[in-house]
Structures are given as C-alpha cells and as structure tokens.
C-alpha cells in the first residue's frame, strides 16, 4: 500500500511529531507536491491494519495585519507565471475542473473585468463561488458524489469539495495557478477523539509566497486566507485524482477513488517534547 503520511507546512507553521507507525514502512518519499509518501507490505490474503499515530501542531497568526502578501498588479503577476514552467500542470483541465469548457470560460472572464491586482481577483472569486453555491447538508450527510465545478456551479448539490472544485475551475481558467488541498477542519477539545470526515480547499501559487490558502467554503465577509487560516493540512493535489492511496499487487497497480480509512484527530492542550 502506498499512503499519504502528516506533512509539515510552513504557511501555518504546521510541525508534525509521529510516535509510532506500525507496520514500518518500506519506503518513504516526497511527490512533487509536497505529499510525503509511505510504501508499506502486507500480506495479501489477511485482514491487517497500518496504523500511524503521533501530533500536529499548528499556529494560527494573529489578526492584527490581515495583509498576507503585498499585492500584485494582475499584468505583473501573469508576467511572473509565463516564466515559470513548472506551474503548467496547475492550468489544466480535468474530467472535475473542466477549465475549457465554454461556460467556464466565460465565467472567469466576467468575474476578471475591472480588476487590475491578484489579491481583487482572489476576492471577486471567493465571492463568486459563495453567491453560486450553497453548502448542502444533506449530501454532507449521505454519500458524497462528485460533481464537478460546472455542475456544482449550476445549482448542483455542494459541499466543500464542490467549492474547492469550483474556485480552483475558474482560478485555472483566468490563468492562475491552483491545486486541491485535503486535510481537516473543526477540531475539537474532545480528549476522547473524533473520526472526521476529510476538508477540502484550494491553494494559489502567489510570486515570492508560495502557495496561499483559501478556503471558499466556510462563508464570511472576512475572507480568512493563509496564515490566517485553522486547517490541517494532509495532501495537496494537481491532477485528476484526490487520493494518494494506491496498491501494488501482482505487479499490478490500482488507484483507490473512495478510500475506506479512519484518522482520529483532537485538540490536546499540549504536545511532548520531540
């Protein structure tokens, strides 16, 4: 099996101490994400655990200087992408980010008129996204199809991946790098622990920052962004798929769309020394 394993991230100054791994695992690599990779051998024709546990911690900033970057004339910054190469993959279309697709289009160039900086860009779309879409309890609640930016723009059911599909569509479609980021939201201070279901939300590739995050689900006219933000962050993605789960078996390798997998993550007041 190879698994995603707790990455650390500076924007929030996320560390992560890890007590045990059962298995240990074979390998251990870093993807061109950032994603830290675990191989891990088991047998085949058994039922078997692999079990990670340890602490992430993460430090909010404060909200004295909600100025996360100095801003950047839009012409400046597209200058500064068409230089770099290594941001191509973060344009392209998807069967969910359908970034060509006529109606995308022409979305993303409405919400571009009269906007002359990333950081007026970056707002019009979160408040774009938030008009268009309504977070669906239900769906929440129930098994969670995907449906892609289109659809969820057009009135489909929502939740938070269909916001983070939805802003990274129309991001991609202006020209502006952006990635998938999976992690968890709403701790809580139960000492008991708590299996939560997974976040998703969207990363922008910003010059001399790196990627900010932004998070268009959880509403508000505050726009909480970057190291403002309270996520933990797990794995973030470019491509068409949202899993790092893989198997090799029989030299054949498979990709797991709908992993079947329980984190446990709780607030504690303190963490022990490394």
Known sequence: YQLSLPR???ETNQSVLIESVSPSPSKITMD???NILGTFEVPANDESEIKVAGYISVSRESFDNNEVFQDIDLDIYFEDIEDDSSLEKYLTATTYWEVDDEYIQTEASQIMEGKYTIMDLLEADYEYINERLEYDQS????SNVRIGAKAALQGGASVCMEYSDAMITILRAQGIPARAAVGYAELTGESS???LLRHQWV??????YGWLTIDPTYEGSDKIIGPYIDRILWETFSGESLSNIKVYSANIEKIIDDPEYTVSIYAVESIPDE
Do not use: H, L, N, R
């Open 8 to 10: 650390e991230y500076s």
């Open 32 to 34: 061109s994400e950032g």
């Open 139 to 142: 769906k929440a609640d129930s």
């Open 193 to 195: 622990g708590s299996s």
């Open 203 to 208: 990363q922008v590739w910003i010059p001399d």
